[in-house]
Antibody
Framework: QVQLQESGPGLVKPSQTLSLTCTVSGGSIKTGGYYWSWIRQYPGKGLEWIGYIYYSGSTYYNPSLKSRISLSVDTSKNQFSLKVNSVTAADTAVYYC??????????WGQGTLVTVSS | QSALSQPASVSGSPGQSITISCTGTNSDVGTYDLVSWYQQYPGKAPKLIIYGVTKRPSGVSNRFSGSKSGNTASLTVSGLQAEDEADYYCCSYAGISPPLVFGGGTKLTVL
């Protein structure tokens, strides 16, 4: 079965760029019909959908974050990535990568905590 | 502020049934039969328990059921068990921008 694993720095300084990678195993990222998502969860609070990418490179972003985020996919490594520019303390959250069709997420990574602090 | 509205908390005794509501708008829940629900334990990733309003993934207990009326979707948990104590989140497809919107989450307490 598909497994996803987030990786990246756990601490990022304010105004810098947050970069995370999700490695997919147990299945190909090029499998048709699946979108590869990033979702974050603020400490003790709800979920926020960030965006998703199709293996072809088509991207869909949350309008509230669109000016600061970019998603990319590397099919040769079976990975997809997230970059968030100009981070502030408000970007401190657990970041999840996930897979699913366009309307839900059926497999999730375990999540990685990213703290924005100097 | 979350796009979909859920009660902050609900509670019930073992064996009882509870229902969690998820209220959206004509742009999401009201237009698309594409509501999903997730169960989350502390420190763990969310787990899909309902998709397409009423469908259950393989392996999910039939004590979990979903429904929708107008702009409000609902998750019902019947025959409450201690293991059902968790946070529950709804999510709806909302078209192109943004495609997915989540609710603020509901904490279910089994008394």
């Amino acid at each position: 079965q598909v497994q996803l694993q987030e990786s990246g720095p756990g601490l990022v300084k304010p105004s810098q760029t947050l970069s995370l990678t999700c490695t997919v195993s147990g299945g190909s990222i090029k499998t048709g019909g699946y979108y590869w998502s990033w979702i974050r969860q603020y400490p003790g609070k709800g979920l926020e959908w960030i965006g998703y990418i199709y293996y072809s490179g088509s991207t869909y972003y949350n309008p509230s974050l669109k000016s600061r985020i970019s998603l990319s996919v590397d099919t040769s490594k079976n990975q997809f990535s997230l970059k968030v520019n100009s981070v502030t303390a408000a970007d401190t959250a657990v970041y999840y990568c996930a897979r699913g069709p366009h309307d839900f997420c059926d497999f999730w990574g375990q999540g990685t905590l990213v703290t924005v602090s100097s | 502020q979350s796009a979909l509205s859920q009660p902050a908390s609900v509670s019930g005794s073992p064996g009882q049934s509870i229902t969690i509501s998820c209220t959206g708008t004509n742009s999401d829940v009201g237009t698309y039969d594409l509501v999903s629900w997730y169960q989350q334990y502390p420190g763990k990733a969310p787990k899909l328990i309902i998709y397409g309003v009423t469908k259950r993934p393989s392996g999910v207990s039939n004590r979990f059921s979903g429904s929708k009326s107008g702009n409000t979707a609902s998750l019902t948990v019947s025959g409450l068990q201690a293991e059902d104590e968790a946070d529950y989140y709804c999510c709806s497809y909302a078209g192109i921008s943004p495609p997915l919107v989540f609710g603020g989450g509901t904490k279910l307490t089994v008394l």
